[in-house]
T-cell receptor, first 115, second 115 residues
């Protein structure tokens, strides 16, 4: 079974600084997708970034980028120029390729951006 | 991202009553619907998976007679909590997926409080 581990229950960062959230996963499969979701206080789950395992290039979305290390099964999220609106729970998630698989979530990291 | 609506956003009910939660995918056809439950400060817990026109598949420990799921169309799924009790108080989130796509989007969630 696939597992996702987020080892940092809570983190904080000063506004405008950079922060990195860690995520590791375990699978014996080769084709899969990885995601970071953000859940602000409203509790709406928002897709932040997605990475296909077959792509070597790290995904980026504006201030958000990932460091995808397939061999190490690591998928960290870097948030640059942190903003107060980035305060949220961040969930790392994994899914096998195929369309009929279930999304596997980590336990989440609570990020607080301080003014 | 995809547009997903959930109704109601908030519901308070008396113990013993039934509550129906609707989830609609507004801009794509949801061949599969996932229903999650989330307790405070925890990750999402998958309750059940349903494919359009088929019976739902429930995760271990989830009572299928208590949590009735209907996925009669490609744009609408409902979760009915029957004979609700205070321990059913939680945050319920739907997540539709279309075809073979791996990316999941989420509804805004429904807060259920059973008195």
């Amino acid at each position: 079974a696939q597992t996702v581990t987020q080892s940092q229950p809570e983190m904080s960062v000063q506004e405008a600084e950079t922060v990195t959230l860690s995520c590791t996963y375990d699978t014996s499969e080769n084709n899969y997708y990885l995601f970071w979701y953000k859940q602000p206080p409203s509790r709406q789950m928002i897709l932040v970034i997605r990475q296909e395992a077959y792509k070597q290039q790290n995904a980026t979305e504006n201030r958000f980028s990932v460091n995808f290390q397939k061999a190490a099964k690591s998928f960290s999220l870097k948030i640059s120029d942190s903003q107060l609106g980035d305060t949220a729970m961040y969930f790392c998630a994994f899914i096998l390729q195929g369309g009929s698989e279930k999304l596997v979530f980590g336990k989440g990291t609570k990020l607080t951006v301080n003014p | 991202g995809a547009v997903v609506s959930q109704h109601p956003s908030w519901v308070i009910c008396k113990s013993g009553t039934s509550v129906k939660i609707e989830c609609r995918s507004l801009d794509f056809q949801a061949t599969t619907m996932f229903w999650y439950r989330q307790f405070p400060k925890q990750s999402l817990m998958l309750m059940a998976t349903s494919n359009e026109g088929s019976k739902a598949t429930y995760e271990q420990g989830v009572e299928k007679d208590k949590f009735l799921i209907n996925h009669a169309s490609l744009t609408l799924s409902t979760l009915t909590v029957t004979s609700a009790h205070p321990e059913d108080s939680s945050f319920y989130i739907c997540s539709p997926r279309g075809g073979t796509q791996e990316t999941q989007y989420f509804g805004p969630g429904t807060r259920l409080l059973v008195l």
